[in-house]
């Protein structure tokens, strides 16, 4: 058991490289004011982190305090460690190797079959997929799953989209890779690799809302994922917005991801243009920019169901910046126009002025980020 002298030494060390992480390259002075402690202290911990290679020194011209003299920074060795992260979808995984802030250095990618293929297959497949790519300085690897997770983040308890029940992805990992592994909700994991790592101006609460088979929301507050109740979930894409609508793989009839979800969007489209769409929120965006009235009234109806939804999260939650990721993260502009106006008409009027839309940041491996960051901040950062 750690003694208490250790414990303190742990502390300090997280809090230097989380420090890093986070504000990036600093000299000493800079980093034991930053985090309040003695110059002695500074200088043990970043002996340490140098002796094993996780940050360097190096001179600058112009950098800390003193501005126009020559400083010498402690930075970041990205590249020391790495992690794997895996984002499991509908029917596809992604995963990569990344860095020590998340970023993506190797992503492959395989499909697989949902009606025919068991997800203990789909586990196997992964763990192949990810030894292709560990590496010899592997910290562990972090899984985005598509539904809530059980409270010790080592199985996917339910994923309705993919009709998959208490999936275990930490043990069978660990066993095969030898490293540890840490699973959590996919888009809980984007939300904290936008908080993290994304280009969010420290926006907090966040709110992340991914639009792709379903519609899922994450939240990040104070820094750290918002984790309710035994599974943590937000489950945004199942709120009723429509009274006697469509059924939901949920058991329930009229949630937001019958009326918003891509599969939705793909059968409007294909109604309307005549052809399957690979991208059909911006191709009903085109079509009713273009003048086409049917487009613009299925936009116009998916707009106003979403806002709804956004609302009750706004009115909740009061988050201070929501991100609008999967199938928004190539929609038009126009589009987002459209759900701010219409979030303004539903939220309660003292928030509606202190909420921003915008679109995700982090891109089309937000995923991968995603299960990166939740690895990295249980096995690095908060190690």
Wanted: hydrophobic share 45%.
């Amino acid at each position: 058991m750690p003694t208490p002298v250790q414990d303190v030494r742990r502390l300090h060390r997280r809090l230097v490289l989380r420090a890093l992480r986070d504000h990036g390259p600093q000299p000493r002075a800079d980093l034991a004011r930053r985090l309040a402690l003695s110059p002695t202290t500074m200088t043990k911990v970043v002996g340490q982190l140098l002796d094993e290679g996780l940050v360097a020194e190096g001179a600058t011209d112009g950098a800390g305090t003193r501005v126009g003299r020559p400083s010498t920074e402690v930075r970041l060795r990205t590249g020391a460690r790495h992690v794997i992260g895996v984002q499991v979808g509908a029917g596809t995984v992604r995963l990569g190797r990344c860095d020590l802030k998340a970023r993506p250095l190797e992503v492959r990618s395989f499909a697989f079959d949902l009606a025919g293929e068991p997800p203990e297959r789909v586990v196997r497949r992964i763990a192949d997929a990810a030894a292709a790519l560990a590496g010899d300085r592997l910290l562990g690897i972090g899984v985005a799953a598509p539904g809530p997770v059980d409270p010790g983040q080592r199985r996917n308890v339910l994923s309705v989209n993919l009709g998959w029940r208490d999936v275990a992805f930490a043990d069978p990992l660990e066993r095969a890779l030898g490293v540890p592994a840490v699973v959590d909700h996919n888009v809980r994991a984007m939300a904290l690799a936008e908080a993290r790592y994304g280009d969010t101006g420290g926006a907090d609460p966040l709110l992340y809302v991914y639009v792709r088979t379903g519609v899922g929301a994450g939240l990040v507050i104070g820094g750290q994922p918002f984790r309710s109740g035994a599974h943590g979930v937000t489950e945004l894409g199942h709120l009723r917005v429509v009274e006697r609508g469509r059924p939901c793989a949920c058991g329930a009839s009229g949630c937001l991801e019958t009326v918003a979800a891509e599969p939705y969007l793909a059968e409007r489209a294909r109604a309307l243009l005549g052809r399957d769409s690979q991208d059909p929120l911006t191709d009903l965006a085109e079509a009713a920019h273009g003048g086409d009235g049917r487009a613009a009234a299925v936009l116009d109806e998916l707009v106003d169901r979403l806002a709804t939804g956004l609302a009750s999260a706004v009115n909740l939650l009061n988050p201070a910046l929501i991100l609008l990721g999967g199938a928004f993260r190539t929609a038009p502009e126009p589009v987002f126009d459209l759900v701010r106006d219409a979030l303004r008409g539903r939220a309660f009027p003292v928030l509606r002025d202190s909420v921003q839309v915008r679109r995700a940041t982090l891109g089309p491996d937000a995923g991968v980020v995603g299960s990166a960051a939740v690895a990295l901040d249980r096995l690095f950062y908060d190690a």
